[in-house]
Structures are given as structure tokens and as C-alpha cells.
């Protein structure tokens, strides 16, 4: 572990989901590292919970937007409140496994230009009958520069050891479990907010391995996860972010040759695949939701990165101990 035990700042994003981040909270409480600082900002949730969370879990710094400022900029409320040396960005739908903290600080000081780890992922127990663990993610292979896709490692493989090693590179670490030092925030820029949902973890992590740091998993360190519980599964706002920002994510960080080759595929394969598929399964909705992710990236400029959902939000602050 990095000396002189750093302060982690822990920063999850609560949405109608009061029990789910209570449950994440308890295993904190069951975690032996306590130089931690547990930041909940809750995005315009229908019901305030904060009156809840100052009763039973006075430790929490509450943030409160009156708008929904989406998963980046959530978490970009909750950097703008952060002391820690080390941010340890987690969703709020996961639970958290004594000794992986203190495993990832670990690997910042075995490499020294590590600029952002996640743990290994797993499903939740209750989200499965296997009796072993289910693995989530233990990595990424790259983006296709012409297809825009790409595959989670380890993703619904059972936990039978084979990812018992070293901590590795990979090109992205995943939103649900990610830290980082300041130090690296401070130089790379907080989360891009222009993505909203889905994505900004990609981009943020080119950013991160432009400015010359690595990328880790450290599958010695893990975390459960109960995917989806905030979105849904078959949502339209998941069809809609998910294929918006999957354009929006090559205009940003591929070539212009990449992003034109891009096009093609996207014009005489996906749109093609996708309307015809919404189409057969009657989901109009769904359909509804992709063309409109489509033509946002059509007539919308790029953008650089800004915070304007933050300066634009107001927000309040508790912090009772």
C-alpha cells in the first residue's frame, strides 16, 4: 500500500434507488480500511433522501442536485466536494469486499505511472444461481476503429481462478469500480459530461492514456455488482445513450479516416440491422429511441469538455458526524 495510508474518497450516484445505496453503504461499514471519506450525491431523486441518510449514516457527505445531471456529472458533483488522495468512483448498485481498497492503492505505488485501476467485477450473488462467483469484467479488449465495438473479458465466465494473477493492462476500466489518484484527475480533467450516461468511462480513459498513464485490472481486488437495476435491462433511454454515445465516442477519439470508415459501417450495417430488428420485434419505441441517437450526432457540433450541467446546477451540501 502507498505510504502513509492516503485518504480515499469514495463517490457512488444514488437515482430512486435510497435501499440499493443503503445496502452499498452497509458494506462499507464492514470494510477494515477507514481513512475513507463516502461522498452520496443524489440526482434529483423524486423522494429527497437525505433526511434517511443523515439518521443512519451520519459518516456520509450528502449532496443533493435539483436536477439530473447524469452519471458523469453526478460523480463530477461529487469530485467538486472530494478531499481524498485517491478517488475510488463506484455505482451505487454494487457492494464492496474487505481488502480491495488497500489491494488497488497497492498497485499505484508497483507502477508509478498507473493512472487508473478497477477491481475485478463480479454478478452479485442474488443475481444468479451459480455457487461460484460469476465474473462481470476483468478487462477490455480495445475499441475496433471501424466498427466501434469491442468485448468485456471474463464477462458471464465463471470464477474457477483463471484470472488469479498479476494486475494487467487494458484499454478501459469499468464504470461501476474505478479509482484514480488526484494527482492524475487534476492533470487529465474531471469525467466528460457531454456523454451523460454510458460511454464517459471510455472516453475518460483515452483521455487518461493520451496524457502517458495506465490502465489496470487488479483481479486480486473485487467487487459485487447488480447490473441495471438503476436503467433496465431493455430500457429506451439505454438504447438511445448506448448507441448516441457509441457515435459520439468515435468522433471524439478515432482518426478522421477511422471515423469515416466508421460511417460506412454504420450506414450500410447498423442502421440497416438496428431498424429492421426494432422493426421485426414491433418495438417502435426502442426504434424511435436508436434513430433519434442517430441523428443527434448528425446535426449536434462536437463539443469540448465542460462542465456546464455543473455550473448550470444547484446544489446542496450535508455532512453530519
Not at 480500511?33 to 450528502?62: C, G, M, R, W
Request: charge should be neutral.
Amino acid at each position: 500500500m502507498p505510504e502513509n495510508c492516503p485518504k480515499v474518497s469514495i463517490v457512488t450516484v444514488n437515482y430512486n434507488q435510497l435501499a440499493v445505496t443503503c445496502e452499498m453503504l452497509d458494506s462499507l461499514r464492514n470494510i477494515s480500511f477507514k481513512d475513507l471519506e463516502v461522498i452520496v450525491v443524489d440526482n434529483a431523486s423524486k423522494e429527497n433522501p437525505e433526511s434517511h441518510l443523515q439518521q443512519h449514516y451520519p459518516e456520509v457527505t450528502f449532496i443533493r442536485s435539483d436536477v439530473n445531471l447524469g452519471f458523469s456529472g453526478g460523480n463530477n458533483l461529487g469530485i467538486a466536494q472530494s478531499s481524498g488522495d485517491f478517488l475510488y468512483f463506484i455505482n451505487n448498485d454494487t457492494e464492496l469486499i474487505d481488502g480491495a481498497i488497500e489491494r488497488l492503492l497497492a498497485l499505484f505505488d508497483q507502477v508509478p505511472d498507473l493512472g487508473m485501476v478497477s477491481p475485478l467485477i463480479c454478478y452479485h450473488p442474488d443475481s444468479h444461481e451459480h455457487k461460484v462467483d460469476l465474473i462481470q469484467y476483468a478487462g477490455t479488449t480495445p475499441v475496433n476503429p471501424y466498427t466501434a465495438r469491442n468485448s468485456t473479458i471474463g464477462e458471464m465466465e465463471l470464477d474457477k481462478g483463471q484470472f488469479n494473477k498479476p494486475a494487467y493492462q487494458t484499454p478501459y476500466a469499468h464504470g461501476a469500480a474505478m479509482m484514480m489518484p488526484r494527482t492524475v484527475l487534476d492533470k487529465v480533467g474531471w469525467m466528460p459530461e457531454e456523454f451523460f450516461l454510458y460511454y464517459e468511462e471510455l472516453d475518460w480513459c483515452e483521455q487518461i492514456r493520451r496524457a502517458g498513464y495506465k490502465v489496470y485490472v487488479e483481479p486480486k481486488a473485487r467487487i459485487y455488482h447488480k447490473e441495471s437495476i438503476s436503467v433496465g435491462k431493455m430500457s429506451t433511454l439505454k438504447t438511445f445513450y448506448l448507441n448516441r454515445n457509441r457515435i459520439f465516442f468515435m468522433r471524439r477519439n478515432k482518426t478522421k479516416v477511422e471515423v469515416f470508415i466508421f460511417a460506412l459501417f454504420l450506414i450500410f450495417f447498423t442502421i440497416p440491422k438496428n431498424v429492421l430488428m426494432f422493426l421485426v420485434k414491433g418495438q417502435f419505441d426502442h426504434l424511435k429511441a436508436f434513430l433519434k441517437a442517430v441523428s443527434w450526432n448528425v446535426f449536434r457540433k462536437d463539443r469540448t469538455q465542460n462542465r456546464t450541467l455543473l455550473k448550470k446546477s444547484t446544489y446542496a451540501t450535508s455532512n453530519v458526524k
